[in-house]
Structure formats: structure tokens, C-alpha cells
């Protein structure tokens, strides 16, 4: 039997994040999809922002578009960062087309302590991307994504981070069709998980975080995700982009985390 697995991931640019993690499932039908607004999913309802509901929407009519090809079977998806929080949306949602979810890292600053200051935080990285462009604002998502512990109420009056130490552009080019930054930052960041639903769900939910992400932001929504639905957080291999081998210029330990991957999945066959 065929098993199909799904991959989401917010990315920046076409959807080629996870080639080397797919190369190490040869013996599974692997497909990944371009997102809304990225990619080759070029939005054209003048919309600015997306909430993970739509997106939970489009991979709905994705799956139901392979059931028709592949025989109906649910799916296995692993999903990374904010494609994470899509597919809980989707299990909420339509948790029949899942057989098993692996949500790595999913930042939604709606179930830590520290929201309010948390989900400020957020719209701040938003509201620089409008006012300055890419390079201010992405600098500031880094340090958003790799901050340690609860965030200070006054995170966003601090020192700003210098786009050229991340060897960022430090030209605003005028753009701000950035599907991370404009598109997802706010409506990802700031969606609270139906539990109730999730927990209802004959989905398998796997919780994920990486070993290195100990008390990052994306890291921490995960454990209290994790200990929401009783599931408890399952550590795989390196940090938050673990998975990739190279792409967006980034290196993970993909071959250590396909096989923590490979292991839960197979868990239920």
C-alpha cells in the first residue's frame, strides 16, 4: 500500500524547502504544495493578509484533489513553523482526510503565558515590514523566532537588529508582497488552536520541537500545545529548519531527521 505524505511549510519563495527531506522517503508518494500567495499560487483576490483557516481550506481541496487520483485514503502530513499551524486548523476542520499529523514547532503566541506581549511582538515584525521593507523586518522575525524565554512587554522598543549582520538587504526595494512578513506574520501568529476539537480528532497529533529550539518562541507554543492535548512534546534532530539540507541557505541535520520522522510515522502502521 501507498502511503501519501503531505508537507507543509511558510517560506518565502517557491516551495522547494523541503526537496532533501522528501529524498529520504523514495519508498512514500511525497507531495508539497505552493501556498497561497507563494510560489506558483499567485493570489489575485487583492487580499493582503491570510488567516490559517484559508490556508486550511486550500490544502483541504488539495487532498480531496488526490483522493480522487490515489483512492481516498487519509493522509500523513508533516508540517513545519507556520504550515504547522495550518494543519491544525485542517484537523480541526476536517480531520477525517489525517490519519496522522506531525506539527513541528507551530508559533502561535496565543497559547504561551506571555501572549499579549508575545502576539505585540508579532504585529511589531508586521508593522516594520510596511513601514521599512524586507531587510529591517526580517532581521527583527530572527530575532522573534530564536528569543529565548517569555517576551518582555517592551520587546518592540528595544534596539533593532541590523539587517546587514544577517546579511539582509538594507535597501528598501518597495515590495511588500512578502508572503511571511505581510501575508501570514499576523494571522499565523495569532491563532488559537481548537483543542477541544483537536483532542476529538481520530487524527494522530505528534508535537513536535527540535532538540537545539529548547525556549524559543515557536519551540515553547509547541510544548504548550503539546501538554493542551495531553500528547506530551516529541523532540526530533536540530532546530527550528532541522529538515533542510542547504536550502534558503540553511542547514538542519536532514538524514537525522528524516529518520525520527520515518519512526513516527511508521508508529502506527
Not at 500500500?1 to 519563495?13: D, E, S
Not at 529520504?24 to 489575485?44: A, E, I, K, N, Q
Not at 502561535?108 to 506571555?114: N, R
Not at 524586507?134 to 523566532?145: D, I, S, T, V
Request: proline share 7%; aromatic share 6%.
Amino acid at each position: 500500500m501507498t502511503t501519501r505524505t503531505m508537507l507543509g511549510r511558510h517560506v518565502t519563495r517557491r516551495f522547494t524547502g523541503f526537496a532533501t527531506l522528501a529524498s529520504h522517503f523514495t519508498d512514500r508518494v511525497v507531495v508539497t504544495y505552493d501556498p497561497r500567495g507563494v510560489g506558483r499560487s499567485v493570489r489575485t483576490d487583492g487580499a493582503t493578509e491570510s488567516t490559517p483557516e484559508e490556508h486550511a481550506d486550500d490544502v483541504r481541496r488539495v487532498i480531496e484533489e488526490l483522493d480522487e487520483a490515489l483512492g481516498g485514503r487519509p493522509v500523513d502530513v508533516f508540517a513545519s513553523s507556520g504550515g504547522a499551524v495550518n494543519a491544525l486548523a485542517l484537523v480541526e476542520r476536517h480531520d477525517h482526510l489525517v490519519r496522522t499529523l506531525v506539527a513541528h514547532e507551530p508559533p502561535t503566541a496565543q497559547v504561551l503565558p506571555d501572549r499579549e506581549a508575545a502576539l505585540a511582538a508579532c504585529a511589531d515584525v508586521h508593522a516594520t515590514y510596511l513601514r521599512e521593507g524586507m531587510g529591517p523586518a526580517m532581521a527583527k522575525f530572527f530575532a522573534l523566532a530564536s528569543h529565548q524565554g517569555p517576551f518582555p512587554a517592551d520587546w518592540a522598543e528595544g534596539p533593532a537588529p541590523s539587517p546587514s549582520d544577517a546579511v539582509l538587504p538594507t535597501e528598501d526595494d518597495g515590495s511588500r508582497d512578502d508572503p511571511l512578513l505581510g501575508q501570514n506574520m499576523r494571522g499565523c501568529t495569532s491563532h488559537p488552536p481548537d483543542v477541544a476539537a483537536l483532542r476529538a480528532a481520530p487524527t494522530r497529533i505528534v508535537v513536535a520541537a527540535g532538540e537545539e529550539s529548547e525556549g524559543e518562541f515557536p519551540a515553547r507554543a509547541a510544548a504548550a500545545i503539546a501538554s493542551a492535548l495531553g500528547t506530551g512534546l516529541t523532540l526530533f534532530p536540530s532546530h527550528h529548519g532541522g529538515f533542510l539540507g542547504g536550502e534558503f541557505g540553511q542547514e538542519g541535520a536532514p538524514a537525522e531527521f528524516a529518520k525520527t520522522l520515518r519512526e513516527v510515522l511508521d508508529t502506527d502502521r
